[in-house]
């Protein structure tokens, strides 16, 4: 007889951590299962520095948004760590729906300010300006790694059971209320895990794990190439003034203009790394256990091209780049489902991160039946 448990939560990145703390903290028997070590580099959820980019229209995204904040706030609490800076984000480019974003947020109480690209040019000299800047001051900087380090803590605090190293490599479903894990653990031992629900959140690996046991959309992953740039300013106290100084930031693209640009870019100031900036869900297509972890050449060199354009406050010669994967569906919304005893939570990459509590209670609420606070149903399985 294998490990018995309610729930086996199976991948420990940001969503299967809010996902077993979300189910611990509600005095559910679970074990969260994670394939590398602590801090690994192989999926979507390391570094230290992701936005909370409140800049959606979009009715679900912006009710994940109002609930997210105060649950950030609370896992900071709860886990007695600092994990968001409310350092604001600004949005500048040709992006018609800046006037929709900003009634959006005023309905959740959210802030929303237009200014002039010469006034934000003067309030942050490290990024020239593309046209009217819609500023978001209840924005920020989220420490990823420390994020996925206090949710599992927080979760282990309330019963819960993390494994490192141990790779689920078979899931077999029994009935509506019975699902068998086989899995490997770090010294190459398998053991079957017996639960009443499987939450899958493998991020690249998804389709991998759950083929021929459930239908889902088109996944696409890819290696992302983002790089960190050096400050210009190089004095002693640059990097503490740059943390609370430096927003994040996107530009949207001029499609009549796009010249060296592959998309969109975003950024933020990762304090004692520099300014992230990077393309957004254009790298190479990867097999998530054979990426190179290198950049591509001619993505890296326009993407310098734009910190030399756009950021002065950046060198765009001193750099070290950064390697992460996406998972995406085609139309960007994730994957939030149940079918039977499994519950699947996927698609997040771009842009799910400032959402991870917020998923994690929807990931709990379907594993256990509860009934969902807003209307998920543009996260189904099934999608044209």
Known sequence: MGTQVETVVIGGGAMGSATAWQLARR????????RFTPGHLNGASHGASRNFNTSYSDPTYVAML?????????????????????????????NPAFDDVALALAGIGFGAEFLTPEAAGERWPGIRFDG?????????????????????????????????????????????DRVEVTVTGPDGETETIIANRAVVTVGAWTTTLLEGLVALPR???????????????????????????????????????????????????TPGQGVKAGWHGVGPVTD????????????LVALQRYVRDWLPGADPEALEPVS??????????????????????AGFSGHGFKFTPTVGRILADLATGAPQQFDIGQFVLARP
């Open 324 to 345: 992460c994967t996406y998972t995406t569906t085609a139309d960007e919304n994730f994957v939030l489902d149940r079918v039977g005893p499994v519950i699947v939570g």
């Open 219 to 269: 996944l696409v992953v890819t290696q992302e190439q983002p790089a960190h740039f050096a400050l210009r300013d190089q004095s002693a106290d640059a990097d503490t003034r740059a943390a609370t100084q430096w927003p994040g930031f996107n530009h949207a693209i001029d499609p009549a203009a796009r010249d060296y640009w592959y998309s969109a870019v975003y950024g933020m100031y």
């Open 27 to 34: 005095g559910r028997s679970v074990a969260l299962l994670e």
């Open 288 to 299: 998530p256990d054979a990426r190179t972890f290198l950049p591509e050449p001619a993505q």
């Open 66 to 94: 109002a609930e997210a904040l105060p649950l950030w706030r609370e896992l900071e609490a709860e886990s007695d760590s600092h994990l968001l800076d409310q350092v604001g984000i600004v949005n500048h480019g040709r």
């Open 132 to 176: 009217r800047v819609l500023y978001t001051p209840d924005a920020g900087r989220l420490n990823a790694d420390a994020a996925v380090e206090a949710m599992q803590a927080a979760a282990r605090s309330h019963g819960a059971e993390v494994r490192h190293g141990t790779r689920a490599i078979r899931i077999d479903v029994i009935d509506d």
